[in-house]
């Protein structure tokens, strides 16, 4: 079992930059590939980034390469989201997720355990 917090959102001009966090506990956590997704109001969730369980290997959608970056640290049990040079259309619900199949399907489908989710707000 798993269970994910994540906290970091708030309100930011754009061209600003934020940076979210995904705490984890359980013991299982380093076992476990990472994403993030968002959800802007009306849409549907989209897939943001991943990080493989050691960190070694990331991947991100295309409007987001550049300005995010994902990154873990497995001795606290936390995983990362920096985003920078932030645009209006950036304003989503953000949400971490473990999610063993998250380098296969790229989407939301099939995770395994997900956060409530964290607020950014991106004012122009």
């Known amino acids: 079992q798993v269970q994910l917090v994540e906290s970091g959102g708030g309100l930011v001009q754009a061209g600003g930059s934020l940076r979210l966090s995904c705490a984890a506990s359980?013991?299982?956590?380093?076992?476990?590939?990472m994403g993030w997704f968002r959800q802007a109001p009306g849409k549907e969730r989209e897939f943001v980034a991943a990080?493989?369980?050691?960190?070694?290997?990331?991947i991100y959608a295309d409007s987001m390469k550049g300005r995010f970056t994902i990154s873990r640290d497995n001795a606290k049990n936390t995983v990362y989201l920096e985003m920078d040079s932030l645009k209006p259309e950036d304003t989503a619900v953000y949400y971490c997720?473990?999610?063993?199949?998250?380098?296969?399907?790229?989407?939301?489908?099939?995770?395994?355990?997900w956060g409530q989710g964290t607020q950014v707000t991106v004012s122009s």
């Open positions: 990080i493989s369980y050691s960190g070694g290997n990331t």
């Open positions: 997720a473990a999610h063993r199949l998250i380098f296969v399907v790229r989407t939301d489908k099939g995770a395994d355990y």
């Open positions: 359980g013991r299982t956590f380093s076992s476990y590939p």
